[in-house]
């Protein structure tokens, strides 16, 4: 078993800045890929930023609505999970929410999956980022 622990959500004013982190302890070499979801009220929970850790190439994924603002990173470990979020907007508030699983590391494979919410096995509880103008 694997448990994620999300941290650094807050209340924040259009343009601000926030950096979430997500730590992992357990089994976490059950786990290649992690990654940040995001969901508002009302909403399907969607993809914002993946990567794939601990395998012979980084490689990262981002929604369009991120790309230029958010940045996706993890510790030497491909423990800690980290996002960095910039010039944030208020479509940006949601709850955020950190999963990690294991994805086949062949890209077709792993581009196609890393936003797939049905292949994560592992989930942290959220945390609450709240953008106001």
């Known amino acids: 078993q694997v448990q994620l622990v999300e941290s650094g959500g807050g209340s924040v004013q259009v343009g601000g800045s926030l950096r979430l982190i997500c730590r992992a302890t357990g089994d976490t070499p059950s786990f290649n890929s992690m990654a940040w979801f995001r969901q508002a009220p009302g909403q399907e929970r969607e993809g914002v930023a993946a990567?794939?850790?601990?395998?012979?190439?980084?490689?990262?994924l981002y929604a369009d609505s991120v790309k230029g603002r958010f940045t996706i990173s993890h510790d030497n470990e491909g423990e800690t999970l980290y996002l960095q979020l910039n010039n944030l907007k208020p479509e940006d508030t949601a709850m955020y929410y950190c999963a990690a699983t294991y994805l086949y590391p062949n890209p077709n494979r792993w581009y196609r999956s890393a936003f797939d919410r049905n292949e994560f096995r592992y989930w942290g509880q959220g945390t609450q980022v709240t953008v106001s103008s």
């Open positions: 990567i794939l850790a601990r395998e012979r190439y980084n490689r990262t």
